[in-house]
T-cell receptor, first 111, second 113 residues
Framework: DAKTTQPPSMDCAEGRAANLPCNHSTISGNEYVYWYRQIHSQGPQYIIHGLKNNETNEMASLIITEDRKSSTLILPHATLRDTAVYYCIVPLTNAGNMLTFGGGTRLMVKP | DADVTQTPRNRITKTGKRIMLECSQTKGHDRMYWYRQDPGLGLQLIYYSFDVKDINKGEISDGYSVSRQAQAKFSLSLESAIPNQTALYFC????????????FGPGTRLTVL
């Protein structure tokens, strides 16, 4: 099962794009990449997921490299309310696609 | 997410007491999970259940037990609470399948004195 590596923290200016990287070099061909975020002490919130193609929804965009070994979550116009811990997750395929949460990236959006 | 509710939201108890945390969902999902989060750290899986008759231990099940009373209800018990079980506890649900998005409750803040 693939593991993910994320930087522990990042800063972003309000109104600018936030680009959060994730490495998942051992991902296999049928494993999805999920992104969640957790705003201080609240329950984690699903953002987006993808397999091969880039994905976009009302919250964010997900860019997956062609070799699928890394991905980037993009918040196009970060606001102060986007300050949160962002988790990049590859589900455990040998446990019913269960999600496990590592340390994530703490994104601080600054005025 | 209002579809996943947890009770109580806050609880302070003493060492040795039995505590039950409850989770209910109206999403109609088969899968339910209990996670623990210590301050400044990521989530750790305690137990999970893929249907009413299925219960599985997660990473940190020692000192905890669970009961899946119905599809919509999944309870977590601390038989004899200890101070290092002071943490935030989250319940989550998911539908299952190839893309299995989890939906989380608001959390229970438990303090064991």
């Amino acid at each position: 099962d693939a593991k993910t590596t994320q930087p522990p923290s990042m800063d972003c200016a309000e109104g600018r794009a936030a680009n959060l990287p994730c490495n998942h070099s051992t991902i296999s061909g049928n494993e999805y990449v999920y992104w969640y975020r957790q705003i201080h002490s609240q329950g984690p919130q699903y953002i987006i997921h993808g397999l091969k193609n880039n994905e976009t929804n009302e919250m964010a965009s997900l860019i997956i490299t062609e070799d699928r070994k890394s991905s980037t979550l993009i918040l196009p116009h970060a606001t102060l309310r986007d300050t949160a811990v962002y988790y990049c997750i590859v589900p455990l395929t040998n446990a019913g696609n269960m999600l496990t949460f590592g340390g994530g990236t703490r994104l601080m959006v600054k005025p | 997410d209002a579809d996943v509710t947890q009770t109580p939201r806050n609880r302070i108890t003493k060492t040795g007491k039995r505590i039950m945390l409850e989770c209910s969902q109206t999403k109609g999902h088969d899968r339910m999970y209990w996670y623990r989060q210590d301050p400044g750290l990521g989530l750790q899986l305690i137990y999970y259940s893929f249907d009413v008759k299925d219960i599985n231990k997660g990473e940190i099940s020692d000192g905890y037990s669970v009961s899946r009373q119905a599809q919509a209800k999944f309870s977590l018990s601390l038989e004899s609470a200890i101070p290092n079980q002071t943490a935030l506890y989250f319940c989550a649900t998911s539908r299952g399948g190839n893309t299995d998005t989890q939906y989380f409750g608001p959390g229970t803040r438990l303090t064991v004195l």
